[in-house]
């Protein structure tokens, strides 16, 4: 039996790494404020289909749609802001408060191609905020993220910054964009001809090599905004300027999604190299009236946690799994039964303690012990536990020390907490 293509199996020998990003994530999100959220993996299609957009390669090709028992039309989440901006609404968390954070940790599902990096159930970390219509939140997002990815030890870090105006200015753009596209027509990919009508902003999305050609001269939105927007946007950029926070205003970046309005932006980095994006945002201020709810507006980000953990690995090779703090070698069936009870205690005091329960020999067991990484090896035979005097031996240094059976667990806990 073999999984299925485009899933796969996270290992222990690396499950160490993506612990280690979601406790920087976690405490990093709680100390700005985030509070965590679990949201199903199953929703109504009809969910994502009028949030994400009924034109877009994840709706039309991507999601795992299925009908219930019911003849319900239900999809695996492919993304998590509808989900929780669904929450929002449902909950009427907006009643007490509307200025809500939230992060969430999960499993994402699409049918895209498997390749290096990109899976079809792959994994995000995802912070919303909603009711903060201020530019600072924007900066505060992408500051947040830059700060994430620095704590994890990332490199040669630049956000690049859109914005793609508003209700109020985005119909001049895109009757301009429209007319520009008329011209291009012949240079078009069948997608981008059948989006022309419906949504022509994921036009310029589009990563076929020849409308990428034909776009190079395309109207930007920059270009198009109203004051309201560019102020929003001057003052984005002004604090990141003043934070630090290296990024560069790009024109071409829209999102995939159809939801998104004014500031979006992808950090991405060159710790291997080239360019690659491992996050992705933006601001979506229709999105709750959208979907049912009061006018509230939002914003968020997502983090490709697979593509960012094979970034990490890339860039620090060294084994991630942690060793154990003892090893018990016990030698025969007195020891065993002594040596069982001690785990337990140590284990419950959270001690990581390992007994090999099989009758091997002494140098089998301390063969065990070094796979294991052991720092300490506790060693208790026959003669150990007739004497009273059971062997401590340091794995490191080598130094061994006799301790007493009856103070054993205490004497332990004391010298491996240290």
């Not at 299609?45 to 239900?74: C, N, P, Q, W």
């Not at 669904?86 to 499993?107: L, T």
């Not at 704590?151 to 105006?165: F, K, M, Q």
């Not at 980000?301 to 090779?317: H, N, P, S, T, W």
């Amino acid at each position: 039996m073999q999984t299925i293509r485009g899933f796969r199996d996270i290992l222990p020998e690396h499950i160490s790494l993506w612990q280690k990003v979601e406790k920087e994530a976690k405490d990093l999100f709680e100390a700005f404020g985030f509070k965590e959220i679990r949201i199903p993996i199953i929703e109504k299609t009809h969910l994502f289909a009028r949030s994400i957009g009924e034109v877009t390669d994840i709706v039309e090709k991507e999601m795992y749609t299925f009908a219930d028992r019911k003849g319900d039309k239900l999809t695996l989440r492919p993304e998590a802001t509808a989900s929780i901006v669904r929450s929002y609404i449902q909950h009427k968390m907006y009643a007490a408060d509307p200025v809500r954070k939230f992060f969430m940790i999960g499993p994402m599902f699409r049918r895209e191609r498997p390749q290096k990096g990109r899976y079809r159930q792959f994994y995000q970390i995802d912070a919303e905020v909603f009711g903060i219509e201020s530019a600072y939140i924007d900066s505060q997002m992408i500051f947040l993220l830059n700060e994430l990815f620095k704590r994890l030890g990332l490199t040669g870090l630049s956000a690049h910054i859109n914005s793609l105006g508003c209700p109020d200015c985005r119909p001049d753009f895109q009757k301009a964009l429209l007319d520009f596209l008329e011209s291009k027509k012949d240079r078009l990919c069948e997608n981008c001809l059948r989006r022309m009508d419906k949504n022509p902003l994921r036009i310029i999305d589009c990563k076929a090599t020849d409308c990428q050609e034909a776009l190079q001269d395309a109207p930007a939105t920059l270009d198009y905004l109203c004051n309201e927007c560019e102020d929003h946007f001057a003052t984005v950029k002004t604090t990141l300027e003043h934070q630090g926070v290296d990024f560069i205003v790009d024109k071409s970046l829209v999102r995939g999604l159809d939801y998104y309005t004014r500031t979006a932006w992808e950090i991405q980095t060159t710790a291997l190299g080239a360019q690659s994006a491992v996050a992705g945002g933006g601001r979506y201020d229709g999105l709750v009236k959208e979907l049912g709810g009061p006018q509230t507006p939002g914003i968020g980000f997502a983090i490709g946690f697979d593509r960012l953990v094979e970034v990490m690995e890339q860039i620090d090779k060294t084994p991630q799994i942690p060793g154990l703090d003892l090893f018990i070698v016990s030698l025969g069936d007195a020891a065993m039964e002594k040596g069982y009870h001690w785990s337990c205690e140590l284990n419950q005091a959270g001690i990581r303690t390992e007994i090999d329960f099989r009758a091997k020999s002494m140098k089998a067991l301390m063969k065990r012990a070094n796979k294991f990484n052991a720092q300490y090896v506790l060693i208790a035979g026959e003669n150990e536990l007739t004497q009273n005097a059971i062997i401590l031996r340091n794995m490191n240094t080598k130094e061994q020390v006799l301790l007493a059976v009856e103070t054993l667990v205490p004497e332990l806990i004391k010298i491996l907490k240290k």
